[in-house]
Nanobody, 124 residues
Framework: VQLQASGGGLVQAGGSLRLSCAAS????????MGWFRQAPGKEREFVAA???????FYAGSVKGRFTISRDNAKNTVYLQMNSLKPEDTAVYYC???????????????????WGQGTLVTVSS
């Protein structure tokens, strides 16, 4: 499974960005997808996930501001980020699990495949 994330950049606080992650190597529609982020000096943390049945999960810090979605026809998962804050600054990674268990959906151990990351910088 190969994952290619894009869409990061520099934005002012209060602004918006949309990240994309294109997947290949297996039947995209049969699996969930997740987004994580890692700020300098911090551990990688869960941001959002979407199951193959379109159920969504969010970290408390982004709920109401970020929206995860998927387009199975394009093998792509998106993360729409609104009302961005300086504390959202991080490298954002998309990830794919090896199965459809939701037990570990909000943890890094729930994912076997990772994209290369895209940097999001929010200025104050």
């Amino acid at each position: 499974v190969q994952l290619q994330a894009s869409g990061g950049g520099l934005v002012q606080a209060g602004g918006s960005l949309r990240l994309s992650c294109a997947a290949s190597g297996r039947t995209f529609s049969r699996y969930g997808m997740g987004w994580f982020r890692q700020a300098p000096g911090k551990e990688r943390e869960f941001v959002a996930a979407i199951t193959w049945t379109y159920s969504t999960f969010y970290a408390g810090s982004v709920k109401g501001r970020f929206t995860i979605s998927r387009d199975n026809a394009k093998n792509t998962v998106y993360l729409q980020m609104n009302s961005l804050k300086p504390e959202d600054t991080a490298v954002y990674y998309c990830a794919a699990p090896s199965d459809n268990s939701i037990v570990a959906i909000a943890t890094t151990r729930g994912y076997n495949y990772w994209g290369q990351g895209t940097l999001v910088t929010v200025s104050s």
